[in-house]
């Protein structure tokens, strides 16, 4: 089945450092993909997301690109900030909307 | 607008108790979904419905029971609870095309 693979964790930058998440998938299909974020004792935000190869998903100035060709949709920041510090989830949906989900990346940015 | 509401957000529970976990949403959401959150392994799908009076099983639904008789609400029963249903459960939902999820905001649930 579908299934999503994730970095794993813990990370720990300095402030400013670039970040990289790397989220690798397997799908049948031509699944959406997304980053969720945690912030400690809080539910899941949808961070961003990209329907279709090549699409950018961007947001907080988080990006990720949809690479068909290698099944990834790999996390990037230029510049983290300790407010960034939160575990992380790589995910896909299918066409019925099941969502397969990483088992997450915890980010810890020290000042 | 309140979007996804799971009650109760902490529950400490003996073994071999059984209790309700709610879900309630007011978008209008066709699908709702439950998930299990454990440490390494991500979000595990239990039990997901795509309409009211339709409900499925996901990935681990042992122990669980839902019932959808509402397009707003998703309850989720553990009948008999064991420790290994100690987790973090979220409660979801998403419109027919949206392909975005809402999560609720979790509730910790730890079986003694």
């Known amino acids: 089945g579908d299934s999503v693979t994730q970095m794993e964790g813990p990370v720990t930058l300095s402030e400013e450092a670039f970040l990289t998440i790397n989220c690798t998938y397997t799908a049948t299909g031509y699944p959406s993909l997304f980053w969720y974020v945690q912030y400690p004792g809080e539910g899941l935000q949808l961070l961003l997301k990209a329907t279709k190869a090549d699409d950018k998903g961007s947001n907080k100035g988080f990006e990720a690109t949809y690479r068909k060709e290698t099944t990834s949709f790999h996390l990037e920041k230029g510049s983290v900030q300790v407010s960034d510090s939160a575990v992380y989830f790589c995910?896909?949906?299918?066409?019925?909307?099941?969502?397969?989900f990483g088992a997450g990346t915890r980010l810890t940015v020290k000042p | 607008n309140a979007g996804v509401t799971q009650t109760p957000k902490f529950q400490v529970l003996k073994t071999g108790q059984s209790m309700t976990l709610q879900c309630a949403q007011d978008m209008n959401h066709e699908y709702m979904s439950w998930y299990r959150q454990d440490p390494g392994m991500g979000l595990r799908l239990i039990h997901y419905?795509?309409?009211?009076?339709?409900?499925d099983q996901g990935e681990v639904p042992n122990g669980y029971n839902v019932s959808r008789s509402t397009t707003e609400d998703f309850p989720l029963r553990l009948l008999s609870a064991a420790p290994s249903q100690t987790s973090v459960y979220f409660c979801a939902s998403a419109d027919r095309g949206g392909n975005t999820i809402y999560f609720g905001e979790g509730s910790w649930l730890t079986v003694v």
């Open positions: 419905s795509v309409g009211a009076g339709i409900t």
């Open positions: 995910a896909l949906s299918d066409v019925n909307n099941d969502m397969r």
